[in-house]
């Protein structure tokens, strides 16, 4: 009796439904492979309205159609000060800072194990998100892999997933192609099936742009964009509307493309200069977060990735005190963007990421 009653609990899952496709197949998956499933919708966005409501209708009807429970929790305190405070504080600061790992982190996975072991007595959890998850016996960590569908692959955004997270989680899709899930959730019919994606970053999506969500919080403040050695070329209306590596929207005519190469936010100033003055030979990275492997005592050979869409290259990463580590390109790279992620891989396999710290100026 104790064993079936161990199975059982073993079998529980809390599927995080957003209410889109992905989820919803997510759920239906791991419904047909005899879990017993819970949906779990995390309610994010103050003031979104209408957009959060769908998404948590759809979700919903999901449940309905599988005939499973519908949770819905109110997290909206979390995600203003892990998301919407950190956007406004690193935009202020001249950094340009990634959300969605620290969404995934602080936000989703966190919350979501810690409802569905204090209030379901469920220690698994699932999302629709593209990516692998593999014990190795050999070395006791659960490695986060590339998912097989290489254009829909969010390792990128799972990098700063701990150990302890990483064990309890279930990636259904991690597998398949995205055309795998839609045909998966027509044959279910699923009422989410024919659902548009959603955009990489949910809050220019209920904004209209990062542009206008930061105007929310920031007020205009006018200042110079200046060349590197400081003569003035044009002016801004704010630091915050400037990114490492941004050529359109500067509004100065010169000879040659000119870029973001640098942002002085204490001084009020925007840099720009000619492209090979935006490349970096290294950067370095703080709160690195070592994934399928431990944090190694010497510097190691891998390929990093510094932005979502980024093609990896290779490196050498030299750990540091204090979780912080120095990325050393082969080939200087453009457009090192401080508060992007950098995430390093050797093949599918995330050995660990960080975030890119400022450059001293
Ligand atoms: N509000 C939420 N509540 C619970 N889980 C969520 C929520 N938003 C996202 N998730 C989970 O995180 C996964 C990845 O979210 P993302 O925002 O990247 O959406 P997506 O890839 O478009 O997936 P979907 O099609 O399910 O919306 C989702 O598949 C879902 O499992």
């Known amino acids: 009796m104790v064993a079936i009653a161990n199975l059982q609990k073993m079998k529980k899952v809390v599927v995080g439904l957003s209410g889109g496709v992905d989820s919803s197949t997510a759920a239906a998956l791991l419904h047909n492979q005899g879990y017993d499933v819970i949906g779990l919708t995390l309610w994010l966005m103050k003031g979104k309205g209408q957009c959060c409501s769908e998404g948590m209708l759809d979700a919903a009807k999901i449940c309905e159609q599988l005939g499973v429970p519908h949770h819905v929790v109110d997290i909206r305190d979390v995600f203003q000060t892990y998301i919407v405070d950190y956007l406004v504080t690193g935009y202020s600061a001249g950094i340009t800072p990634l959300p ?28 629709g998100h593209y990516a692998r998850i593999n014990f190795n016996p050999d070395t006791g960590r659960h490695e986060l892999l590339r998912a097989l569908d290489r254009n829909k692959d969010q390792t990128y955004f799972l990098y700063d997933l701990e150990q302890d997270i990483l064990a309890s989680v279930i990636f259904p899709l991690g597998e398949l192609q995205k055309t795998d899930t839609r045909r998966i959730a027509a044959e279910h019919e699923l009422e989410t099936a024919d659902k548009p994606e959603s955009q990489d970053l949910c809050l220019v999506e209920s904004n ?46 010169a000879a040659e493309p000119l870029y973001v190469i640098s942002i002085d936010a204490i001084n009020n100033r925007v840099v ?15 709160r690195v977060n070592w994934v399928s492997i431990a944090e190694p005592s010497t510097p190691i050979r891998a390929e990093v990735q510094v932005r979502y869409r980024s093609a990896p290259v290779p490196v050498t990463v030299i ?40 450059f001293p100026s």
Request: aromatic residues 6%.
């Open 319 to 358: 750990p540091l005190e204090g979780a912080r580590a120095k990325i050393v390109f082969d080939e200087p790279q453009f457009s090192i963007t401080p508060g992007q992620a950098a995430v390093w891989y050797n093949g599918e396999k995330v050995l660990g990421g960080g975030i890119i710290e400022q």
């Open 272 to 286: 720009v200069g000619d492209r090979t003055k935006a490349t970096k030979p290294e950067c370095t990275i703080h």
């Open 208 to 253: 209209g742009s990062m542009r206008a969500f930061l105007d929310k919080y920031l007020a205009p403040k006018e200042g110079d964009i200046v060349d590197i050695d400081g003569k003035i070329l044009g002016k801004h209306d704010g630091t915050h509307h400037y990114t490492i590596g941004q050529r359109k929207g500067l509004g100065i005519a």
């Open 100 to 127: 969605c790992s620290q969404c995934n982190k602080s936000v989703k996975f966190g919350p979501m194990l810690h409802y569905a072991k204090e209030n379901l007595d469920c220690d698994k959890i699932s999302t």
